[in-house]
């Protein structure tokens, strides 16, 4: 009987891609205006959803606010109105595309999330390029 | 060569959130705001999906029409302009939380779906807290 | 050179709709299942815009995060989570409709903003049904 | 560590709902107002998700503009402002149901997306009917 | 103290855009794939906006549910799911672009309320393009 | 009979607020965490408005297509997946709150759109913030 429970928060964010190992050229050629090296940015939308047995208290799988609460102390003050390449320590060598931004955020939040619970993110670039981590 | 097929109704509806065996003290530490005994209310924004093989005479697998008339009958006339915790008797001794709300209706709805469909419930209780179940 | 500045908040609350000078069959005939004497809900949508000129030393005709805390403040802890019948004084005699919520708002609104600015307020109780004041 | 990647579309068209082998009055009770002989139209909103790992060199599982190319130059050039039933050759004999398309584009993109990625169509007919293949 | 009070609706369609005084190049120049003669189609969505006064007795400007009624028995009963070209007779001489659908729809319903309000139409073809008549 | 005609686009982009001429100190102060010097970004919505009569043999006021290159051309290549402060010379002195990015936007349209029209511009910068140039 279990129940997805999902939250949605959002954060604003300037970002770079490329790789350091290409040369401008490649680099180009591979993420085109992505690669701007004065930036561009985005209004990230991220919804967080765990899956578990709704408590029988509470009715609830999990408070939404305690999830809230943990997306901004562990995400959102890292993430929100910064520069993700040179802000974040997670993308000084990694690139901050939309994939690994939502496998980042997986990964520092699994390890605040109790582990009855299934973990997934799903992270909007844009209202049209979207990604989901782990895949199902 | 299975296709889910969705409709999104919606409804709008008063609750309370509380365990009528805690103290006020621990409602209000629990459910915080959610505990007004005045009651507060939302906009349900409610999803059904039915998964099954299309019909190849009609390319349906399921009529939307005749899925949104089951959908009237057996959850919004019940639901829609209700106050969750007294007008409606399955919260009489349950929660409203938007996980039971979506467990009571994928029940009330499996009754009246034949069994070929699998049948799923997502419920967005607000544009940023929502509910799948069962979940997968 | 005037520019419009607008932010988005929002609110959950119940409310009944009626008139306590009727009689139950026509407060029936006139709010139909707004009338319910337990309550419904809405999941409300508040844009207050302001209409200014922009600071030359900042761009800004308002700062944004100030116009979300006055909100919050004036509002949204009114407001939120919230029966506008039972629990905000200004709908004690007051029928709580659209209309007269955005009304309400304004006229809270008015006295803490600024009168170099114009005062806008857009509501919507539904996404289908919604509410401007003053009109334009 | 599989990611979906998610890229959304739109194309405008009209269509009709009926079958040839059926007598009219039976198109009617089946498909009603879908069933008008002289069309009717919607704006289709088309999502397309591949899932795979992501690339080490670029953090890509797929780049998005490439994909949203092989969807202008396979689906959207031969779908959007046609007329379904008539310009669309794998309708001619096939109801242009949104199970129906879904399952046409998918065997469609199919051909042109490396087997290496798991491929997933979601269609939305109306912001109110939607439907997934294949469905999970 | 006037305020403005609008109801969303929607309707599907198809139809081309065309001018039959002109040739079969002109038109393609003009209109390009708006004039397949096949026709294409779209979700319109329409907001009806009444301007008036809330009553003191009720707190409504209009009642909400009234102006749904209308809408449905004057526009879409005639609009919805029909082929404007062919099926409303309002178009058998006039083009019916965004604009003109905006005026003719202004034009019924001025005909069904009262002079005291005053009557705007907003009309989404897609969420890219749409009309307000008459324009302030 | 003047109808208005609307298209929205979007542009992502890089930013950072502040004013030169004053301390560290006070630009935190007044701009807060929109002031990073490695700024941050948002996914702009655009919806530029052209107020006119409709053209007898077109039915248009003004041809979307013809619109959206002009928004193309002249305001998305110089601002999409750009740093407002650095890649655009309208900003190079004036900072690029969403009052001033509407400002300059109306200016370069202006010039391109006949007088006959009336020109708005409506500028998203979150879907909570935004801003309308010239303030009706």
Chains 1, 2, 3, 4, 5, 6 share one sequence.
Not at 6 to 14: C, G, L, Q, V
Not at 60 to 82: A, E, G, P, R
Not at 119 to 135: C, D, G, H, Q, S
Request: net charge negative; charged share 25%.
């Amino acid at each position: 009987m279990k129940v997805a429970v999902s939250r949605k928060e959002h954060f604003n964010a300037a970002h770079r891609l490329f790789n350091p190992d290409w040369s401008d050229e490649k680099n180009d050629q591979v993420f085109g205006k992505c690669n701007n090296p004065n930036f561009h940015g985005h209004n990230y939308e991220l919804i967080v959803t765990l899956i578990g047995e709704p408590d029988s208290n509470t009715g609830y799988v999990f408070d939404m606010k305690v999830l809230s609460d943990l997306i901004k102390k562990h995400i959102l003050i890292q993430f929100d109105h910064k520069n993700l390449n040179i802000d974040v320590a997670h993308f000084k060598s990694l690139n901050p595309t939309a994939e690994n931004i939502a496998i980042v955020i997986w990964r520092i939040l699994r390890q605040h999330i109790d582990t009855q619970y299934d973990l997934k993110i799903k992270l909007y670039e844009t209202e049209r390029n979207f990604v989901e981590y782990p895949a199902h």
